[in-house]
Nanobody, 120 residues
Framework: QVQLVESGGGLVQSGGSLRLSCAAS????????VAWFRQPPGKERQFVAT????????HYTNSVKGRFNISRDNARNTVDLQMDSLKPEDTAVYYC?????????????WGQGIQVTVSS
């Protein structure tokens, strides 16, 4: 069983930056691919980015390419999402998720989510 906890969210102005962190406990995160999802107000949850077990492969949704960067530190059991040039449309609850399969469509483990608000 993997427990995931997100941190680093908050309120930022448009054009600003935030760094989200997903910390795992209960199991080595290096056995899992990890993804970030987000759920904007009134909308369905959507995929943001994912990273493979060693960090050698990443994949992003088009709307965040060039602005967001996903990285991992398996020694610290964490996966980070660096978000730059933030836009109001990035406002959402952000979730990290983990699964043994990279680029899966379903994830077995989820964090509780953290709010990111970008003001215009």
């Amino acid at each position: 069983q993997v427990q995931l906890v997100e941190s680093g969210g908050g309120l930022v102005q448009s054009g600003g930056s935030l760094r989200l962190s997903c910390a795992a406990s209960g199991h080595n995160l290096s056995d899992y691919a990890v993804a970030w999802f987000r759920q904007p107000p009134g909308k369905e949850r959507q995929f943001v980015a994912t990273i493979s077990w060693t960090g050698s492969r990443t994949h992003y949704t088009n709307s965040v390419k060039g602005r967001f960067n996903i990285s991992r530190d398996n020694a610290r059991n964490t996966v980070d999402l660096q978000m730059d040039s933030l836009k109001p449309e990035d406002t959402a609850v952000y979730y990290c998720a983990a699964d043994r399969i990279f680029l899966t469509t379903t994830y077995n483990y989820w964090g509780q989510g953290i709010q990111v608000t970008v003001s215009s």
